[in-house]
């Protein structure tokens, strides 16, 4: 079962009109939350970040936080028993009567549904992943978590088609995020990422990972990420809702701390998996 503007109904008979400027234009927002064993991981992060990217567009957010937090409830109460699932949330301008490129005063479309998912599995995650480096050619607001996802969806089938895991985006040598994920590095006990601002998302697992390694005594400091630094970081992590954090030890061919998974990455990960579980 799916959520569509108020009812619950099967995924085959939800339907949205052409004109929805969604369809039409991408002029919507969207979340993607992860649910485990039942439990929402970080709903309110999620929620406060919907809610300004709604804002920052000028969309008007239908619902209140308790009432995203019922409906969220509702949509998980509708899914057979997985352990873990993943829901995803769209809200659009809405449907206008023609296609035109300004609007006015509109009545939003909520979409929402609900994917099961495996958790992550430390031993697979001790292997290490691989990616490669691509420019950046998506535009200056990549803050905003909008559904126009057309760079971020060729960089994903580039990286299937190169069998890695992810695209590592650069912007004038520094290296920002990736196409679906944020981007840290390990350099001699410190562990770093990209600022907040315009050329990346500002991810709420990222925010974890930060809260994780400092539980765990680590440094952290939030600055621009040359290349140089990335090929020689001692360890190179990407983080997100439906990945966790996830260690890569393979970049464009050139191996990073020698194919291994660091020895800060444990620590954080098992940090993380106490989060999990403590955070509903
Ligand atoms: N992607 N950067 C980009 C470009 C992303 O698309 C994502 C998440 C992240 C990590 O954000 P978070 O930790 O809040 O998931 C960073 C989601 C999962 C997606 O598009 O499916």
Same mark, same amino acid.
């Given at each position: ?51 300004? @990217? %709604?804002?920052? /567009? ?5 619902? &209140?936080?308790? !009432?995203?937090?019922?409906? =969220? ?108 994920? @944020? %981007?840290?590095? /390990? ?5 770093? &990422?990209?600022? !907040?601002?315009?050329?990346? =998302? ?79």
């Amino acid at each position: 079962m799916v959520y569509l503007n108020g009812n619950f109904i099967k995924k085959n008979k939800a339907f949205v009109s052409v004109m929805d400027r969604g369809f039409l234009f991408g002029d919507s927002i969207y979340e993607v939350l992860p649910v485990y064993e039942g439990n929402i991981f970080c709903m309110k992060p999620h929620l406060d970040r919907l809610d300004n @990217n %709604l804002k920052t /567009v000028n969309i008007p957010n239908p619902h &209140t936080s308790e !009432k995203w937090a019922k409906l =969220l409830r509702e949509l998980l109460a509708h899914q057979p028993k997985h352990k873990h699932q993943y829901i995803y949330l769209q809200v659009t301008r809405g449907c206008d009567v023609d296609r035109k490129h300004t609007y006015d005063k509109l009545e939003p479309t909520v979409y929402m549904q609900s994917t099961s998912f495996e958790d992550s599995n430390r031993d697979e995650y001790l292997l290490g992943a691989s990616a490669i480096t691509r420019d950046d050619i998506r535009w200056s607001q990549c803050n905003i978590k909008v559904t126009s996802l057309l760079a971020n969806i060729m960089y994903a089938q580039e990286a299937k088609q190169n069998n890695v895991e992810e695209v590592i985006l650069c912007r004038d040598n520094v290296v920002t995020e990736c196409s679906s994920s @944020n %981007l840290f590095i /390990v350099k001699n006990g410190c562990v770093y &990422t990209h600022p !907040k601002g315009p050329h990346i =998302l500002p991810g709420i697992t990222r925010e974890v990972v930060l809260e994780c390694a400092d539980y765990c005594g680590i440094n952290t400091e939030e600055v621009p990420i040359s290349k140089e630094d990335l090929f020689d970081a001692d360890e190179v992590w990407i983080s997100s809702s439906t990945r966790e954090v996830l260690p890569i030890t393979k970049i464009d061919s050139v191996l990073i701390n020698q194919g291994q998974v660091g020895e800060i990455w444990p620590l954080v990960y098992d940090r993380f998996q106490v989060e999990k579980s403590l955070n509903g």
